[in-house]
């Protein structure tokens, strides 16, 4: 098996709540980080309804808590970025983010995907 650190880019289009999708990308990325932290580096670009993630002072009645979760990716390494075109289009793109979580463009994510090894799309 090789040493070689593998480049995974996820990118997420769901909202992050109201079925599972989002989450199970993000349980995805946080398993691969606790177990294969020294072979993986981990992008993720969120894109569409999924940007709304980002927004800062979530508090979810029930349930996951991507804001959270969001943080222990971005605490351990993971590259999280929002789509500008799609945090303009809600009017959130000068809202507070969660740590750690910045506005990304298109460009970003070209060369992000030219890039990985693996793309993973939630």
Known sequence: ????????LFIINSAPYGNETFFSGLRLALQIQEQHKEKAEIRIFLMSDAVTAGLAKQNPVEGYHVQQMLEILTAQGAIVK??????????????????????????ELADWTIEADKVLNF
């Not at 098996?1 to 995974?8: A, G, I």
């Not at 929002?82 to 298109?106: F, P, Q, S």
């Open 82 to 107: 929002l789509c500008k075109t799609c945090t303009n289009a809600r009017g959130i793109t000068h809202l507070t983010l969660v740590d750690g979580v910045e506005i990304g463009t298109l460009i």
């Open 1 to 8: 098996m090789s040493n070689q650190v593998q480049k995974l």
